[in-house]
């Protein structure tokens, strides 16, 4: 574990290990409620409704392509895919 996140701090130019530990929180939070929604019934409202705000949500971000619209891909979703949209990792990759 603590290799995996010296790795991250490098790789996204993080400042300290919070900041991995903070995105860890989000990922966790997010594919927590996708699985509580996946073991509800297919027709039942809230999975509908929050199941679609959730998706809807991830695609706002940038987090989840637009292509992949259910919340099986939810679950797959890493840390790395939260990182790559932050600013300063967008502004370390350029240059």
């Known amino acids: 574990r603590l290799d995996a996140e010296l790795k991250l701090l490098g790789e996204y130019g993080l400042r300290c290990k919070r900041e991995v530990w903070r995105v860890q929180l989000q990922v966790a939070k997010i594919r927590k409620s996708a699985r509580i929604l ?3 019934d297919e027709k039942n409202p809230k ?3 929050e199941g679609a705000a959730l998706l809807r949500r991830l695609h706002r971000y940038g987090i989840l392509p637009e292509d992949k619209n259910q919340l099986d891909y939810v679950l797959g979703l890493k840390i790395n ?10 502004v370390l990759k350029l240059g």
Do not use: A
Request: proline fraction near 0%; glycine fraction near 0%; hydrophobic fraction near 45%.
């Open 81 to 90: 895919d939260f990182l790559e949209r932050r600013l300063q990792t967008r």
């Open 47 to 49: 999975r509908i409704f």
């Open 38 to 40: 996946l073991t509800l």
